[in-house]
């Protein structure tokens, strides 16, 4: 195979030489060219290495069915892995290296392992590193596994777009099906996309010497022309990689080496599939070697590329072949008929000749076709069946999809005429059955228990031995054979693979082809980095958090912000260490008061005349006897009668009630409320306005909480615990909730949260210091406050926290009521909220175990040092903690024992005298 | 305990300029929530999708039984039995971006499956992730979006990066 650049022909751009390097040697090509084409034409064999065996691997493919010729591919700053040489195009300065081989694809010092491949059989190391132990194998063969190296000079500004797009008629393949119904779709006035994945549509209409009486090249402008001109979009380089739910198709769009594609996500009213067909390869010895490659690749090489790959060719085709290209380019060209016999390539590093019983023939390449196979992969996404032809030993598309219909030879309609009035017949949007067709091959499939070491997937080197092997032990169905051999795994995905795989399994059972079946098409068709999924969700869109109208107040205060329940929101304040800073803060709020940013609490409002009864049954706790201006604590349970949340509930008026639940369960809340707003209850007589983010909510804590307040002109009256007063600070709209958190006497001022800022400046400048949420979570705990999700899990029944009354007395009926009463509800050693104190000066780690006899009984929620009590303080879900407070427990972390008693949550102010002073 | 404060950019400005897009922050007076069974009926002429909303008081359908008045008088927040409307005052609720120039709806497209060619009754659509209201106000090629302020410098920033694209 000498590689030779005619002087005219093809597609691409004489006049543009292009420079690159391949395994540190320098050649040329032009643009228009792929990697793969330019190396063919400069004349190298070997372009790779196969993934087991290191074998010589040399072109198969002319575009995504070739899994031979893979490559790391820098130019510039740019090094992508893995890249595919037959679709990556040629750029000026390329540098290309194979993957898998080294120093070079041609001189692989790992080539030796072909010499042992008689015990590297399919499932050899399943069986072989089982004792002692898998692991101590592993690392190794991880490291043996894989192709291409990432780069460790990593692109940050390397980011994919993503769009989203309709049309009513989305055409997936340029070639002269796709052309042709994209044209008769557009001209009835439809909004038409057609996408191709070439940069010059055309698909293999190039190979033709006539199309409707016109040189290829100038159909194939003339149709361009013709449905641009009636307005359709022609989006190249463009694969239409997937389909997914509601009809959503995958697009990753080119721009360019080295710049993450875009991502198009099209929804199209119907999708015309003409993606045209694959040559599947023969199965023969030496049918793996460098030289011997696709019939249609040898062509469009020719008629795209300008290259002819050898001047002595073997054609062996079960589907017919015009060799007058070939001839006329200089070839001398010999047809092999594989129902003459078995063949087999004559082979050195790469293929010299071909043998069929006697006859011996040297040649240069071997073009090889076992017929067309469809490209169904779209159709499977989107949920079509296949049928198996006998005629045309492959299978189709059978029956009908709503929105998708194939056309052409991705529809086994291999005839141009016919698949011309086919595609405009679909791009017309007219019923048609798949028209009949002269096409006709003679099965040529694996024979099994043949001589010679026979390529299943040139990717992976599986022999049909290998299937053999599988087949024998029991791994017969083809989802098995798959996993077990990894026929048809990584970029080949089984384009080349899979039919010659399920065509050997069929052999070697008896069985037919279309028993067997097929294994499952998933997304996406071609490989796509990874890059294509994320584009922008990254950084800090890739998991942005809720922001408070308060935080550049907080900034300026030096504040530590970080995420608490999905908003950024400050954990502490100042400069020092954060322990130190926390402690302080709480000591302040003890001490003096405390101001808290409270902004994200819930302030769902729930309101009309069927509110009450609504929110009687939706928290456990008795709502419809709380009265107007009052609070009340409690909780809103699964329909398991697990602790949902927790919060308190304020009545403004006879129909009209804030639910104040946690700050990272508004979302989830909201959504809790509607849902049982809408499933029986009367939707008509209740409405639920999340108006959370409309108010802001600051906190002052602490004992000198009433006189701060009224520093700060807040009119908060003389308003007790648990009570609610409406007034208005500044001309502005004020809600004033004396409600506790921390256990000393606080007031929830909510207030429009543009004016957040200006009431914040106020409360500061009456005395109000600034306290961060850790020492909120600290203080909280010091009385025994729970935080849902954090001192509860998710078996957590009300009665584990102390709370049993409704759950015994309330008549009405709520949420999770008949749950409460189960044998699970009521089983002993249910785990219990419970205080640890032990006589250590660091806390316990939170999530350690409580212990008996080894096995654990519950474990530590929260625990922190407490400065109020200047000791560690702790809560814990422990089993029948509520009847065992006193007792002396271990607690068991990581191999470190500690000694602990269980007391009672409450560790400061048992009383409650601070809370009401 | 740990202190992300660098990690997360201090929310500014959500104005830009980019080929083809303008983004604007739009101050309104006031933002009225209202839900009520029949509140389709009373403001008949709620902008959904891809309604141009014209002058500055009009309404936006949310959902089959609420509406945003935008610009509208001052109500008292809770149920109004007279009317079997529930009213909240969601003025500082939502920001409001203005978005015009001819690659507009090809950014907000980055963003969600926005296709004008099919309409939808209510103005309520989920963009970059975020539950918004969006319509058309003046003419076809300028869009308001009603973002929940707290969500706004995520918004942005990733509609800012959508047209940097």
């Given at each position: 195979m000498s590689g030779t650049r005619l002087a005219s022909g093809g597609v691409i751009d004489r006049s543009q030489p292009l420079t690159f390097r391949f395994d540190g040697r320098s050649y040329t090509g032009f643009a228009g060219d792929t990697l793969a084409s330019a190396l063919m034409a400069s004349g190298v064999r070997v372009l790779g290495r196969s993934f087991k065996y290191h074998r010589p691997r040399g072109l198969w493919g002319a575009w995504s069915d070739d899994a031979n010729a893979i490559m790391n591919v820098s130019l510039g700053a740019s090094e992508l892995p893995n890249c595919p040489a037959s679709m990556t195009y040629l750029e000026d300065g390329m540098t290309a290296r194979a993957v898998n081989a080294w120093p070079s694809a041609g001189f692989d010092v790992k080539g030796g392992l072909d010499a042992l491949h008689r015990w590297l059989g399919a499932g050899f190391y399943y069986k072989t590193f089982m004792w002692p132990d898998w692991h101590l194998f592993e690392p190794s063969i991880r490291k043996m596994a894989g192709l291409g190296h990432v780069s460790v000079n990593v692109s940050e500004d390397d980011v994919a777009a993503h769009q989203h797009a309709f049309c009513d008629v989305l055409v997936v393949g340029g070639g002269a099906a796709g052309l042709a119904a994209a044209r008769a779709a557009a001209e009835l006035g439809h909004d038409v996309c057609l996408v191709d994945d070439q940069r010059v549509p055309g698909g293999g209409v190039y190979?033709?010497?006539?199309?409707?009486?016109?040189?290829?090249?100038d159909w194939i402008a003339e149709e361009r022309a013709s449905l641009e001109a009636a307005g359709?979009?022609?989006?190249?380089?463009?694969?239409?990689?997937?389909?997914?739910?509601?009809?959503?198709?995958?697009?990753?769009?080119?721009?360019?080496?080295?710049?993450?594609?875009?991502?198009?996500?099209?929804?199209?009213?119907?999708?015309?599939l003409a993606a045209g067909a694959l040559d599947r390869p023969l199965t023969f010895p030496g049918n793996d070697r460098p030289g011997v490659m696709a019939l249609n690749t040898g062509a469009e090489l020719l008629a795209r590329y300008g290259t002819l790959v050898g001047q002595t060719l073997a054609i062996v085709s079960a589907r017919g072949c015009d060799v007058q290209p070939f001839e006329a380019a200089g070839a001398r060209v010999s047809r092999f008929d594989p129902k003459e016999g078995q063949i087999a390539a004559r082979q050195g590093r790469h293929v010299t000749g071909l043998v069929q019983g006697t006859r011996f023939e040297p040649f240069d390449a071997v073009f090889v076709s076992g017929g067309w196979t469809p490209l169904v992969h779209l159709w499977r996404h989107a949920g079509g069946k296949l049928q198996w032809c006998d005629q045309r030993q492959a299978f189709l598309p059978d029956g009908q999809l709503t929105q998708m219909r194939a056309v052409g030879a991705a529809n086994g309609t291999f005839d141009l005429p016919a698949a011309l009035d086919e595609a405009r017949a679909a791009g017309r949007g007219d019923a048609g059955a798949r028209p009949a067709t002269a096409y006709h091959v003679d099965p040529s499939w694996p024979a099994p228990r043949s001589k010679g070491r026979q390529w299943i997937d040139f990717q992976h080197d599986v022999t049909l031995k290998d299937v053999e092997v599988a087949a024998r032990e029991n791994y017969v169905s083809v989802e098995h054979l798959k996993r077990y051999t990894t026929l048809g795994m990584?970029?080949?995905?089984?384009?080349?693979?899979?039919m010659a795989g399920l065509a050997a399994m069929a052999a070697i059972q008896g069985r037919p082809i279309p028993e067997v079946g097929t294994t499952t098409f998933r997304p996406p068709f071609v490989p796509v980095p990874l890059e294509?999924?994320?584009?922008?969700?990254?950084?800090?869109?890739?998991?942005?958090?809720?922001?408070?109208?308060?935080?550049?107040?907080?900034?300026?205060?030096?504040?530590a912000l970080g995420e608490y329940g999905g908003w950024l929101r400050p954990g502490w304040y100042g400069a020092g260490t954060p322990a130190e800073r926390v402690a302080d803060e709480v000591r302040t709020a003890r001490q003096g008061a405390g101001l808290f940013d409270g902004s994200p609490l819930g302030k769902i409002e729930v309101m009309g005349p069927g509110a009450e009864a609504f929110l009687n049954f939706v928290y456990y706790n008795t709502m419809r006897t709380l009265a107007p201006g009052r609070l009340r604590y409690g909780f809103m349970l699964t329909e398991a009668g697990i602790v949902f949340d927790d919060g308190v509930l304020a009545r403004l008026g006879q129909d009209h009630f804030i639910v104040s639940c946690s700050s990272s369960h508004v979302d989830?809340?909201?959504?809790?409320?509607?849902?049982?707003?809408?499933?029986?209850?009367?939707?008509?007589?209740?409405?639920?306005?999340?108006?959370?983010?409309?108010?802001?909510?600051?906190?002052?804590?602490?004992?000198?909480?009433?006189?701060?307040?009224?520093?700060?002109?807040?009119d908060a009256g003389d308003l007790a615990h648990m009570n609610l007063h409406e007034t208005e600070w500044q001309d502005t709209p004020m809600r004033i909730a004396r409600v506790s958190f921390s256990g000393d006497a606080s007031f929830e001022l909510s207030i429009r949260a543009s004016r957040a800022a200006a009431l914040w400046s106020a409360l500061r400048n009456a005395g109000a210091t600034p306290i961060g949420i850790e020492a909120m979570s600290i203080?909280?705990?010091?009385?025994?406050?729970?935080?849902?999700?954090?001192?509860?899990?998710?078996?957590?029944?009300?009665?584990?926290?102390?709370?049993?009354?409704?759950?015994?007395?309330?008549?009405?009926?709520?949420?999770?009521?008949?749950?409460?009463?189960?044998?699970?509800?009521?089983?002993?050693?249910?785990?219990?909220?419970?205080?640890?104190?032990?006589?250590?000066?660091?806390?316990?780690?939170?999530?350690?175990?409580?212990?008996?006899?080894?096995?654990s009984e519950g474990y530590v929620t929260s625990s922190y040092f407490s400065p109020t009590l200047d000791r560690p303080i702790a809560l814990a879900l422990v089993a029948n903690g509520a009847?065992?407070?006193?007792?002396?427990?271990?607690?068991?972390?990581?191999?470190?024992?500690?000694?602990?008693?269980?007391?009672?949550?409450?560790?400061?102010?048992?009383?409650?005298?601070?809370?009401?002073? | 305990m740990r202190d992300d404060s660098a990690r997360w950019h201090p929310p500014g400005s959500s104005a830009f300029d980019a080929p083809g897009v303008s983004v604007r922050e739009v101050s309104l007076a006031r933002q009225t929530m209202v839900s009520g069974t029949m509140v389709l009926s009373t403001y008949s002429l709620a902008i959904g999708w891809p309604d141009v909303a014209l002058g500055e008081a009009y309404a936006l359908c949310m959902r089959r039984d609420r509406v945003l008045l935008v610009n509208a008088g001052a109500r008292r927040d809770g149920f109004d039995p007279d009317t079997s409307e529930a009213v909240s005052d969601m003025t500082d609720g939502f920001a409001v971006l203005a978005l015009s120039g001819p690659r507009a709806l090809e950014c907000l497209q980055a963003g969600a499956a926005l296709d004008p060619a099919q309409p939808s009754r209510s103005a309520f659509r989920r963009v970059f992730g975020t539950d918004v209201l969006l319509y058309r106000h003046g003419d076809?090629?300028?869009?308001?979006?009603?973002?929940?302020?707290?969500?706004?410098?995520a918004f942005a920033a990733a509609l800012h990066a959508a047209a940097k694209d």
């Open positions: 190979q033709m010497q006539q199309v409707e009486g016109q040189a290829p090249a359709a979009r022609v989006l190249s380089e463009t694969t239409a990689f997937g389909v997914y739910d509601h009809g959503l198709i995958g697009l990753a769009q080119s721009r360019g080496f080295g710049a993450a594609p875009r991502l198009i996500r099209m929804r199209a009213g119907r999708v015309i990584a970029s080949d995905q089984g384009k080349t693979s899979n294509l999924y994320r584009g922008h969700h990254r950084e800090q869109l890739w998991h942005p958090l809720k922001r408070l109208p308060l935080e550049p107040v907080h900034r300026d205060l030096g504040a989830a809340v909201r959504t809790h409320l509607e849902a049982w707003r809408q499933d029986g209850n009367d939707p008509d007589s209740i409405f639920v306005h999340d108006a959370t983010q409309a108010w802001a909510t600051v906190t002052v804590t602490g004992p000198e909480a009433p006189a701060i307040l009224r520093a700060a002109g807040v203080m909280r705990a010091e009385k025994g406050f729970i935080i849902i999700g954090k001192d509860t899990d998710g078996q957590t029944m009300p009665h584990d926290l102390g709370f049993t009354f409704p759950r015994t007395k309330k008549t009405a009926a709520f949420i999770g009521d008949r749950s409460l009463h189960t044998d699970v509800a009521r089983a002993p050693g249910r785990k219990q909220l419970v205080g640890l104190a032990h006589g250590g000066d660091a806390p316990l780690p939170t999530g350690a175990h409580v212990v008996t006899d080894g096995a009847s065992r407070i006193g007792e002396a427990v271990t607690v068991w972390h990581l191999g470190t024992q500690y000694a602990a008693t269980i007391t009672m949550p409450c560790a400061f102010d048992p009383e409650g005298g601070r809370i009401h002073a | 076809e090629s300028t869009f308001r979006i009603h973002v929940p302020r707290a969500d706004l410098a």
